[in-house]
């Protein structure tokens, strides 16, 4: 029952340091998250502590008490049980009978013979006075254990149920799995979300130098590829680098010095990349840079180029992973091929 308490103990105390706000939600997980863990731990250790105490309740063996004989021809059957006598205690196997077995002569002389070998250990004197007192007080479809060994009283139960306590670990795992799921999940999402903003790169700074080119300042073409993106945003798919735009967009509209609207905008994206371009638009903003246009670029440039080559570090990882159902399909074809081949082999 020890598992039981300890898990209602740490259950009680996160609820508490969760009512608390001692617990960082947001960062593991979300206030409707941390309440079905809760919920689930107290399910499961509820169901569990019922488990246990409905599976030992009669785990304590009284006197009166018995096996049932299964009928004949349905063969014996064992029982597991715990012994103490005297302070000493062990686990013995409890053979039981089925209803009309009979002990031949030879079987009796056996028994005999077990009986008059000396066996010093507690667990073969336990199975001797089983034996004795089964041929002493055999009923048909009963099967009783005696209550002494050679007059110390002997107390039977039977092994403790541990179905509870698996049922509650079971529930701990499942609870400790979920902020684990949370974060991966989370994490798969911050790759992807990285890996669409490396793609959008490209053309998101060519984009920008050519309206630079066409004679539009930096804001106002800011701002025109943020807007483009949002009446195109209904009907495609997020795209995480033109909607961080669009918040530095909406954020010198209310007021936001320019230059803190593009360090944000690379603290958000949170790509060297981004940056990179938030740097020399704040340079371009303080020191009137006249080659802004050219170093824009010189940038995009370069990222189509380290676009290419993530193009093709990904198609390499593709071929490699096709190789797994390569080899498997090898190998099925070499069972088909070799399998009939030694069957024909060993009938010749």
Known sequence: MWLHVCLLAGTVVLAVLAGRGRIPHQEVLTVREWKLLLLLLAAGNCLGTWMSYSQNKDRQWEEGMYFERRAAGEGSYEEEMEVQVRGEETSVSVRIPEQAAEEGPEEEEEQAAKGATPTPGLDERICQAMEGYDRQSREKDRYYLPADLDGDPIRWSRPWDTSGNILAALCVVAACCIPVQKQRAREQERQKRLRQMLLDYPGLVTRLALLLGAGMTVRRAFGK??????????????????????????EMESGVMEEQAYEDLGRRCGHPKYRTLATLLIQNLKKGDQRLLDTLEREAAEAFEERKRYARVQGEAAATKLLIPMVLMLLIVLVILLVPACMSFYQM
């Open 225 to 250: 590829i943020a807007l483009d993106h949002k009446r195109k945003k209904a009907d495609g798919e997020m795209r995480y680098a033109y909607e961080e735009m669009l918040t530095s967009y909406y």
